[in-house]
């Protein structure tokens, strides 16, 4: 009997340590990340989420009913110390995986992160989900962004996937032009003499 009861709690002690933290099963997209503690990913989630407000405080000012300008302004002023901590969070751990380097390559995570938030072909769904999430945010009360991130950062990310356009209805690839022969030009590729060439 202390066997089986042996057995059972050792194979449940494997199945817990194999299973990924819950953030770390989530997809977030943008560029890849490595080796993250639950701490760092939800740290992660929120860094997302506030980078990609921000591109849409840049990319969606052309409606002001989506207010997206001042929504991010008023998330980082309703929501600094948690921002601030994941700022830090994920600043040790680039320096934990690149020593020295860490800042470097820090920035440049930053601003793959950005760059992937960039939506010309989407760009009007992409601010209509930005304009409802940046609400959102400012109707979390401080300290619940980390809860919250993950399912904001999946609708931001599935906004970035243009809608089929009806007015588009033919994509051309490469058009074969025909050769098209130069009258000054004999078929040996010498100038023709009445051309004056």
Not at 141 to 170: C, E, F, K, M
């Amino acid at each position: 009997m202390r066997k089986r009861i042996r057995s059972a709690t050792l194979t449940l002690g494997i199945c817990l340590a194999a299973a990924p933290s819950a953030y770390a099963a989530v997809d977030l997209g943008g560029p890849p990340v490595r080796a993250m503690t639950a701490e760092e990913s939800a740290a992660h989630a929120i860094w997302l989420l506030r980078a990609g407000l921000n591109v849409s405080a840049l990319q969606c000012q052309f409606s002001p009913y989506l207010a997206t300008v001042r929504n991010y302004n008023q998330m980082l002023k309703q929501h600094q110390p948690e921002l601030a901590r994941a700022y830090q969070t994920l600043e040790k751990h680039f320096r934990r995986l690149d020593g020295k380097a860490g800042p470097r390559t820090f920035d440049s995570f930053t601003t793959r992160v950005y760059n992937s938030f960039s939506a010309l072909e989407a760009q009007r769904s992409f601010c209509a989900a930005a304009g409802e999430v940046g609400r959102e945010v400012l109707s979390w009360s401080p300290g619940n962004l980390s809860g919250q991130a993950v399912t904001a950062v999946q609708r931001l990310r599935g906004a970035l996937i243009a809608p089929p356009d009806p007015y588009r209805q033919y994509q051309l690839g490469y058009v074969v032009l025909p050769r098209i022969p130069d009258p000054c030009i004999d078929k040996r590729g010498k100038p023709i003499k009445r051309c004056n060439v």
